[in-house]
């Protein structure tokens, strides 16, 4: 779906953790001090540079707890090259959520203010499914939560985790 956008997408992260096997092995390597080519990021990133060049836009806010997990330290190891690709990353801090409705699915995409992905996970952080809906409201609450977020974080280059 990120593939084919007209104009842009944003990109909203809940979680503290995932657990996706295709990022476990890379955070190990991570732990252990060992370099990463980020080769197995290469089509995204490929994507996002292509999205750039076509003047789209493709934004990430990530929701964190402070201190920042593991997971979140590893990504923020690496986050440079998602932005230098194209994309932008914000951070914002649990506690400053207060006022800020959010969708109680968590994560999801909104891909040309026309249709959300819903990315639904287990306890664990495994991806469990996905949800796709064009209704109007739903796209419309989503678009707005993100927003929300994207007004009260702080850009990556700039975040200094607690």
Known sequence: MCKSIKKSFVHLETRD????????????????????????????????????????????????????????????????????????????????????????????????DELVLFLHYAGNGTNASFEITEDTRTVRTCRLAFESVWELGTPFREYRPA
Do not use: N
């Not at 089509?43 to 997990?69: N, Q």
């Not at 593991?70 to 649990?94: C, K, N």
């Open 17 to 112: 953790a995932y657990g996706t096997e295709v990022e476990l092995p890379h955070m190990a390597k991570w732990r252990r001090g060992e370099p990463d080519d980020f080769a197995w990021l290469g089509w995204w990133l490929e994507m996002l540079r292509g999205h750039r060049a076509a003047g789209r836009t493709c934004r990430r806010a990530r929701i964190v707890s402070e201190p920042v997990s593991d997971y979140q330290r590893w990504t923020m190891s690496h986050a440079e090259v998602f932005i230098d690709a194209g994309e932008d990353i914000r951070y914002l801090p649990r506690p400053k959520l207060a006022t800020v409705p959010l969708p109680g699915s968590g994560d999801f995409y909104v891909f040309d």
